[in-house]
C-alpha cells in the first residue's frame, strides 16, 4: 500500500526532527530538507501530498518563495506554512500563494498533526485515484498501451503503472502525464463517455 508522503523543511534540525517523529508515528513516508534551496530539488524530484515550510529559513524568506515556486507549479499543492512571525501580512501572502494553513511558533504537535490529516483528507484525487488502481490492478497497470493524449491524434506508449512513477516523481514528463490526464477525463466527461 502506498503511504502518504509529507517533506518538512526547516533550518532548525530539533524542529524537522520533532514534527518528523510525530507524523511517523501517524504512518507517514517522511523526507526533510534544511534549506529552501535543498526542499526545492528534492520537491522537484518526488511528489509529496503534503509540504511542511519553515517561512524563514536561512535568516531570510526563502520559506515563502519555496511556497511561490511549489504554486507556481502544483496550485493545489497541500503546503503548511510555519512561522515564528505571526503577523496579519505574511498569513495573507502564504492564502494568497493557495498555503493549505499557516501555523505559528511553537507549534503544538498534536495541531500539527491535525492539519497534516485534514490536508492528506484533501490531496489530490487523481493521483490517489491512479495509486489505488495501480495497487489493485498491478498486471493490467504494468501493461504498455497506444493510446491518444493529444488533438492531433498522435498515439503514445502508456502505462497506468509508468505515468505514476512519472508524476511521483514530479518530472517535466510527469507533470506533462498529468495534464494529459485531467485533459482526457475532462473529454470524456464532456463527450459522455464516462
Given at each position: ?7 518538512i ?30 526542499g ?8 509529496y ?7 524563514r529559513?536561512e ?5 515563502m ?15 503548511i ?22 501555523l505559528t511558533?511553537?507549534?503544538?504537535i ?7 490529516n ?5 490531496k ?12 489493485t490492478?498491478?498486471?493490467e ?5 497506444n ?13 497506468a ?18 495534464k494529459?490526464?485531467?485533459?482526457l477525463?475532462l ?8
Open positions: 500500500m502506498n503511504k502518504d508522503t509529507v517533506l523543511l526547516d533550518d532548525e534540525v530539533h524542529i524537522v526532527d520533532q514534527f518528523a517523529r510525530a507524523l511517523k508515528r501517524e504512518g507517514y513516508d517522511v523526507d526533510t530538507a534544511y534549506t529552501g534551496k535543498d526545492w530539488e528534492k520537491y522537484q524530484k518526488r511528489y501530498d503534503v509540504v511542511i515550510v519553515d517561512q529559513m535568516k531570510m524568506n526563502s520559506g518563495l519555496l511556497l511561490q515556486q511549489i504554486d507556481a507549479k502544483h496550485p493545489t499543492a497541500k503546503v506554512m510555519i512561522t515564528g512571525y505571526g503577523d496579519e501580512r505574511t498569513a495573507i501572502e502564504a492564502h494568497h500563494n493557495h498555503a493549505f494553513d499557516y511558533k511553537p507549534v503544538d498534536p495541531e500539527l498533526t491535525k492539519k497534516v485534514e490536508a492528506m483528507s484533501r489530490d484525487l487523481i493521483i490517489d485515484a491512479l495509486e489505488e488502481w495501480v495497487e490492478h498491478p498486471e497497470a504494468s501493461q504498455p498501451d493510446v491518444v493524449f493529444t488533438d492531433s491524434g498522435e498515439p503514445k506508449v502508456w502505462s503503472k509508468d505515468s505514476l512513477e512519472a508524476i511521483k516523481a514530479n518530472s517535466p514528463e510527469g507533470r506533462d502525464e498529468y494529459n490526464i485531467v485533459k477525463t473529454d470524456l466527461l464532456t463527450r459522455g463517455k464516462i
